[in-house]
């Protein structure tokens, strides 16, 4: 952290605990114990909302690997994000006389402003989970054409059967079709991703237009956002405004807010880090990880928040990786194996030796692999953005009316 910033971060680098024992002992030279009992309650549940937001980054930065940006991590993300909306949402509700006051009303409003934003790129990487959906239906063509029986203990009566699925030009002729198609779509979706006015966006299948009991009387409130975005939107400038002039609390705000304010900041942190770490994984509209993210080190969950930050940055600069429509694990197996797979199918020679038969058995059983593994794990997570989405949705609706604000997105 530059100089400067340690600077103007001095005071808010005090502990919370000194902040809220500097309360205590006015509240008690006042002699007001409610009042006392009011700030111990509210100091527990800031210390249990930073102790819980470091224990889930903790656990987010000890992946390996193998398992960073892969579909089981992105879930545990948005597991996490979860979790701290909701018990951010409970240090508000239970501190309206808090919250419907300078300057923590401001700081709140500023957090659902920047929320609001997260709603376009919750559409945005349910299009992408889509775009994957597609392409594995290209890999489900492959995996359908080389299909072979690999059942060695079949009976007579199935002996003509294996001699039916032995493989020929034709099936091969299908897959490289199917093979070629994939390509061609990811080129295509890098294009796009690194280019906004390459592609129109229209976001067909809305979050919006869920009619459950719970959000049908909000439709109203998001639905210009969940609709339709430009061919000019960008995930990266949607990012970008999300972390602009975010900035940690003040050692006055702090005191002034009795700590909330470290709260509010925290949580906008990790938003902004949710949101950026789904774009570097799913495909989406000018995808760009160029964001401003710097985080007080006297903070406990920043040590593990800006390794990952970094981490996910190591990711993108691999020579690999440089160019990739999205850095999901899967997304990067997938094109690995269909690409193996094309070069062997352009080298192949009819009648198929036994020895390239089993060869495209192995093959094939890799890209099987890959498919359940996306098939497994895309539902599970479209459901979770659209809870995300839903979740910011509810909560910014109850917010408000704490604040006495109108609900207009």
């Not at 376009?120 to 299909?147: F, M, S, T, Y």
């Not at 060695?152 to 079709?177: C, D, I, P, V, Y």
Request: aromatic letters at 6%; charged letters at 25%.
């Amino acid at each position: 952290m530059p100089a400067t910033d340690y600077h103007h971060h001095s005071t808010f680098g005090r502990s919370i605990l000194s902040v809220r024992r500097e309360q205590q002992v006015h509240s008690l030279d006042n002699n007001s114990s409610h009042h006392h009992h009011q700030e111990a309650g509210l100091e527990m549940e800031l210390e249990c909302f930073q102790k819980h937001v470091t224990q889930r980054f903790t656990d987010l930065s000890s992946a390996g690997p193998e398992h960073l940006l892969s579909l089981p991590w992105i879930r545990d993300l948005l597991d996490a994000f979860l979790c701290c909306q909701e018990e951010f949402r409970a240090i508000l509700f239970n501190n309206k006389h808090l919250v419907s006051r300078p300057p923590l009303d401001r700081m709140v409003q500023d957090f659902f402003d920047r929320a609001v934003k997260a709603l376009d790129l919750c559409n945005a990487i349910r299009d992408g989970i889509e775009q994957i959906r597609d392409w594995k239906k290209l890999l489900d063509i492959v995996l359908c054409a080389l299909h072979t029986n690999s059942n060695h203990n079949s009976n007579a009566s199935n002996t003509t059967t294996h001699h039916h699925r032995m493989l020929g030009e034709g099936q091969f002729r299908r897959a490289r079709k199917a093979l070629i198609d994939l390509s061609v779509s990811m080129l295509d979706e890098k294009d796009s991703s690194s280019s906004a006015s390459s592609i129109a966006a229209h976001r067909n299948r809305s979050f919006g237009r869920q009619k459950d009991h719970h959000h049908h009387r909000l439709a109203g409130h998001f639905r210009s956002l969940s609709w339709s975005v430009s061919r000019s939107w960008s995930a990266a400038r949607q990012l970008q405004a999300i972390g602009n002039n975010l900035v940690a609390p003040k050692g006055s705000e702090v005191i002034a807010t009795g700590g909330v304010a470290v709260a509010v900041y925290t949580m906008n942190s990790v938003l902004l880090f949710a949101m950026w770490a789904l774009v570097a994984g799913i495909p989406c509209q000018d995808r760009g990880l160029q964001v401003h993210f710097s985080v007080p080190r006297q903070l406990p969950w920043a040590a593990p928040m800006m390794s990952l930050h970094e981490r996910v940055l190591e990711e993108s600069r691999k020579r690999e990786r440089r160019n990739a429509c999205g850095l999901l694990r899967e997304i990067y197996r997938m094109d690995k194996c269909a690409r193996a797979m094309a070069d062997f199918a352009d080298s192949v020679q009819f009648p198929l030796a036994a020895d390239k038969e089993g060869e495209v058995r192995q093959r094939v059983e890799e890209l099987k692999q890959v498919s359940e593994v996306i098939k497994e794990g895309l539902d599970p997570l479209e459901r979770q953005v659209r809870e995300v989405f839903h979740r910011i949705v509810h909560s910014r609706t109850e917010g408000l009316d704490t604040l006495g604000r109108p609900n207009h997105l």
